[in-house]
C-alpha cells in the first residue's frame, strides 16, 4: 500500500514536472520581424499564357494554317468555301458600306465638328486600338460604343448598334485600319476582372440548347453545323464588322453575339451590354497578333 | 418594358380573377418570377416568355388545364435556366483550356 | 430619297476580252416583307439593265423580286483596255441608276 501511494505520488510529480517544462516550451520566443513581399499578380502575363495557349490549340487542330491566316475565319480552313469567297472578295458586297461609311464619317455634326475630332490619329488607323480597357471609367470601351459616345458628345442621337449607319461608320474605320495589327493589354486588375468575365462568358453553357461559345468554336471548330462549318474562335473580331450573305447586309460584331446566342435560344442581352463588351475583350485579346481585315463578308 | 407589361399582366390577372383559378394564376406567377430571376442571372432562355404569355392567354380564355400545363413548362424552363446559371458560375473553368 | 441609285462597276480586260463586274446598290424588296407595324413594305426592285459598247448593246437584263438585295452582275465581252462602256439601269419606281466606266 505504501509503496503504491509513493509510486503514485512520484508518477504525479514527474508528470507535473514535464507539464511545467512543456510550458516552459511554450514561452513565446520573438521571432525577427521578416517582411513578407508583396503578391503582385502579373495580369498581363496570365493573359499572355492564355493567348499562347488558345493559338496552341488552333494551329494544333487546324496544322496546315498559318497562325496569322486564322483571320480568315471558316475560309482559312476549308478549301472550297475559300475559292468561293475570294471570288466574292474580288468585288465584295462590303465595299458599298465603306463608302457609305466614308460619308457618314466626313458629314458634320449639327454643331459643324466630325467624328474625326473624337479618335486619335482623325479616326483613321485606329480599328486595332479597339476594345480597350477604359482605366478611368473602369469598363471596356468597344469601337462602336466610342462611336455613340462621340455622337452624345457631339449633341447627336445615338444610333443603333447592330446594322446601319453605325455598322457602316465601323466600316470605313476598320477598312482604314487593314493590315494593322491587334494588341490589346490588360493594364490593371480591374481589366482582368473585365476579362474574366468576357472569358467565362465564352465558356459558360447557356440556352435551352445548352450551348457555350467555347463549344461550337473551339471543340467542334471545322466540324459542321447543319449545312455551316464552324469557325474557329481565334480571328473572330478581326474582320468585324461583316457582311453576312444571311443577313443580305452589313452587321456589327454585337449584331452576331445576339445572334448566336438567339440560336441556342438564349435570350440576347442588350447591345453594347458589360457583359458583350467585356466578352469582345476577351475575343480580341485571344486574337492579339492577328491583323485588321475588316469590313469581311461571311456566308 | 417588356418586363413591366409582363408583370402588370399577372398583376392583373391575380386580381381580376375568381378564387377557383388560384392554382394556375400561382403557377404562372411562380413561373414568372423564376423566369426574371434566371433574366437577372442572364441566362434566361428565348422560349420561356412566349410560353407565360401563352398560358395567361390559355386562363383568360378559360383553359385551364392548357394554362397549368403551360405554366409549368415554363416554370421548369426557368428553373433549368437558373440551374445552368449556377452550374456555369461554377463549372466554368473546367471547360478553359489547361 | 434620290431619284438615283449607285452602281459601282469594274473591268479588266485581258486578250481582248473584258470580264466586268457590278454591283448595284438597290434594295430590291419584293413587296412581300412587312416592317415592324405590320405594314407591306412597297415593291421597290430594278426592272433593266443595259450595258452599251461602242454603239452595241453587250449585256442586258430584266430583273425581277426573285433577285436580292444589292444585286452583283458578272459578264463578259470583246473589248481592249482604255476603252469605255456605259451601264444604264431602271427600277420599278422610275428610279434610275448610271455608271460609265472605263476599262482596265
Known amino acids: 500500500m505504501k509503496t503504491l501511494n509513493t509510486l503514485l505520488i512520484i508518477t504525479l510529480t514527474l508528470l507535473m514536472i514535464t507539464a511545467c517544462s512543456d510550458n516552459g516550451s511554450n514561452q513565446k520566443i520573438e ?22 495557349k488558345f493559338r496552341s490549340y488552333y494551329s494544333d487542330k487546324f496544322k496546315n494554317v498559318a497562325i496569322e491566316d486564322f483571320k ?23 465595299e458599298l458600306s465603306i463608302d457609305e461609311g466614308l460619308e457618314f464619317f466626313e458629314t458634320p455634326f449639327a454643331n459643324g465638328k466630325t467624328y474625326s475630332s473624337c479618335f486619335e490619329n482623325g479616326g483613321q488607323a485606329v ?79 447557356r440556352g435551352q440548347l445548352n450551348f457555350s461559345c467555347a463549344d461550337c468554336h473551339l471543340k467542334i471548330s471545322g466540324s459542321h453545323l447543319r449545312a455551316d ?45 458589360e457583359t458583350y463588351r467585356n466578352l469582345e475583350y476577351f475575343q480580341t485579346i485571344m486574337s492579339n497578333g492577328l491583323a485588321v481585315n475588316g469590313p469581311s463578308s461571311r456566308k | 418594358m417588356r418586363t413591366l407589361t409582363y408583370s402588370v399582366m399577372i398583376l392583373v390577372l391575380v386580381f381580376s380573377f375568381s378564387s377557383h383559378l388560384k392554382a394556375e394564376k400561382s403557377l404562372i406567377n411562380s413561373a414568372e418570377t423564376a423566369r426574371l430571376e434566371a433574366k437577372k442571372l442572364g441566362f434566361e432562355w428565348s422560349t420561356t416568355s412566349a410560353l407565360i404569355k401563352q398560358a395567361i392567354e390559355a386562363l383568360e380564355a378559360g383553359d385551364k ?25 461554377e463549372n466554368w473553368q473546367d471547360a478553359a483550356l489547361k | 430619297m434620290s431619284d438615283t441609285f449607285k452602281i459601282k462597276v469594274r473591268a479588266k480586260s485581258k486578250k481582248g476580252v473584258v470580264k466586268a463586274k457590278l454591283l448595284v446598290k438597290h434594295p430590291m424588296e419584293s413587296g412581300m ?23 452595241e448593246t453587250v449585256f442586258y437584263g430584266e430583273f ?19 476603252d469605255s ?4 439601269a431602271i427600277d420599278n419606281q422610275g428610279k434610275t441608276g448610271k455608271a460609265e466606266v472605263v476599262i482596265k
Open chain 1, 127 to 205: 480599328r486595332q486600338n479597339y476594345p480597350y480597357f477604359d482605366t478611368e471609367t473602369n469598363q471596356v470601351i468597344t469601337l462602336e460604343l466610342a462611336i455613340n459616345q462621340c455622337r452624345e458628345k457631339n449633341g447627336e442621337q445615338p444610333l443603333s448598334y447592330g446594322i446601319g449607319e453605325l455598322a457602316a461608320v465601323s466600316a470605313y474605320m476598320a477598312n482604314s485600319s487593314r493590315d494593322k495589327i491587334f494588341d490589346v493589354k490588360v493594364p490593371n486588375e480591374e481589366a482582368y476582372a473585365a476579362y474574366i468575365d468576357g472569358k467565362q462568358f465564352f465558356y459558360s453553357k
Open chain 3, 33 to 55: 416583307r412587312k416592317d415592324t407595324e405590320g405594314n407591306l413594305i412597297p415593291i421597290h426592285h430594278l426592272k433593266e439593265l443595259t450595258v452599251k459598247y461602242k454603239d
Open chain 1, 229 to 273: 462549318i464552324l469557325s474557329p474562335a481565334i480571328g473572330h473580331p478581326t474582320g468585324m464588322p461583316v457582311y453576312r450573305s444571311n443577313w443580305g447586309e452589313l452587321g456589327t460584331i454585337g449584331h452576331r453575339y445576339r445572334e448566336c446566342n438567339k440560336n441556342v435560344r438564349a435570350n440576347p442581352l442588350p447591345y453594347q451590354s
Open chain 1, 72 to 94: 480568315d475565319g471558316v475560309y482559312a480552313i476549308d478549301e472550297a468555301s475559300r475559292e468561293q469567297w475570294l471570288e466574292i472578295e474580288e468585288f465584295p458586297p462590303y
Open chain 3, 64 to 82: 425581277g423580286t426573285g433577285v436580292s438585295k444589292d444585286p452583283f452582275v458578272a459578264f463578259s465581252f470583246k473589248g481592249e483596255p482604255g
Open chain 2, 65 to 89: 388545364d392548357k394554362a397549368s400545363l403551360l405554366a409549368q413548362k415554363a416554370l421548369k424552363e426557368a428553373q433549368n435556366a437558373i440551374k445552368q446559371a449556377k452550374y456555369a458560375e
Open chain 1, 31 to 52: 521571432e525577427p520581424q521578416v517582411a513578407t513581399p508583396e503578391q503582385t499578380v502579373d495580369y498581363q502575363l496570365e493573359v499572355d499564357l492564355d493567348v499562347k
Open chain 3, 85 to 88: 462602256f456605259v451601264v444604264d
